[in-house]
């Protein structure tokens, strides 16, 4: 193969890893891509010489992801009148943010007229700015946990003659779970689906997508690592000490994080985006792997509750910025998934979650916990959230309304089914006497008409053996 062509095969790898790593390289519009790509391959079949055509290599291949300026709401961030406001929301929230830094920066960047001295003002009072929460719904509660207003109880708590197992009792038992000993293959808060329970996983998935794509959702297949730029975006730290989302060692694999939730990258997959106000709302899906770094000392939260990477069919939607349109998707995403807990034949509860709770992107949250009887407790497994413009103004994710003007969206997030924890609501309030568990009827055509859980063909004994060192 002569070098030229080599070298055209190499740009073409370039150009395709390129196009599909969208998410990492802010692209020119694509009319100008294709002429970049025409020029450059009429350039490379004319016989130049390698080192000619590497110089009129485009530079998107190698150049990092390049936001377009963040469009904060500055009118009231900025405005005197407010300060107190956004003072008592900051307070009522995580505490997170400065306002009266935000103020004073500003005030000093509108005075400053030494150029290089106010660029470095209004990165200081941009990144000051970034800090501040959402603002919080009228409606919604303030304070902690505690203070989380209950909307609806949904079914009820069943009363067993017999003290309920856990999850992991159960699945180890049958032999279609494994959490133990895997520090030397995968770490702590991991484990095995086999047999059962890995087919109850995809039954899971094949039944929540067969209810949303029903109702106007589009399959998006995402990918799971994506920019700190775009995490960041959505509301979630990629530095300190107490962050949640895996970042990858730069010096050997540039800037990277794997997600920890797929409304990372389907909001990443609308950046700079102006969409039809005609077409509004977007509804996406995704089935993905979340991958996170929290833990947790609390005993109801061992197993498979809180682990490091698990599976989660999540729902994400773009709608105008009016304020009854959020409200609106909100609602549709909390039927859905009220729908689907209900038809899986869960007790479980909605909640109004209190500003505490609301994290930084969320101006409105509800979360769905059901019971697990073993341990008594409730846990959650949905969380819903409206981030209004939160969201949209850090990423860029506009839309024309009908005069004509660009106006900023809202953003709605949601999860389907988190796999882990329905499996685990299923398996503790589904189980028998004898030790088996029976599916819940919505699930047995995805199950091969497999209508309950029982001890694994394929269980066996794992032996561990000690090697020692020959002397």
Known sequence: MSRSWSHLLLCCLKGCIHQAGCLFQRMPPV???????????????????????????????????????????????CNPDSVQDIQNNIGNRKGVGDIHLVRKLYECYQQETDPIKRQDLHRKFINAALNIPNRSHPLAPIGDESKARLVETVGTQRNFDFEPLTVVEIGEKLGHL???????????????????????????????????????????????????????????????????????????????????????????????????????????????????????GVEEEQGIYRVHQFTKVEMFGVTDGNSSSGDNLLSEFIGIEKEIFSELGLHFRILDMPSVELGAPACRKFDMEAWMPAKKFWGEISSTSNCTDFQSRRLNIKYRNNQGNLRHCTTVNGTACAIPRTIMAIVENFQEKDGTVLFPKVLWEFMDDRTQLSKSYHHGKIHWIKFSRSK
């Open 178 to 296: 494994r959490t133990d000993k895997l520090t030397h293959t995968t770490g702590p808060k991991t484990y095995f689906f086999k047999d059962g329970f890995a087919k109850l996983e995809q039954a899971l998935i094949r039944y929540t997508l067969s209810k949303i794509l029903k109702k106007g959702f589009q399959l998006v297949g995402v990918p799971e690592l994506i920019h700190p730029d775009i995490v960041e975006g959505c509301g979630f730290k990629t530095t300190g000490e107490t962050v949640q989302v895996y970042r990858l060692c730069p010096e050997t694999y540039g800037q990277v994080c794997l997600a920890g939730t797929a409304e990372m990258p389907l909001a990443g997959y609308f950046l700079n985006e102006v969409l039809d106000h005609k077409k509004l709302p977007v509804r996406v899906a995704a089935v993905s792997r979340c991958y996170r770094a929290e833990t947790s």
């Open 31 to 77: 009319h100008n891509r294709h002429l970049k790509w025409c020029r450059l391959n009429s350039q490379l079949t004319s016989g130049r010489k390698h080192k000619q055509s590497a110089e009129i290599s485009p530079s998107e291949w190698t150049s990092p992801l390049q936001l377009e300026p963040v469009e904060l709401d500055l009118d009231y961030l």
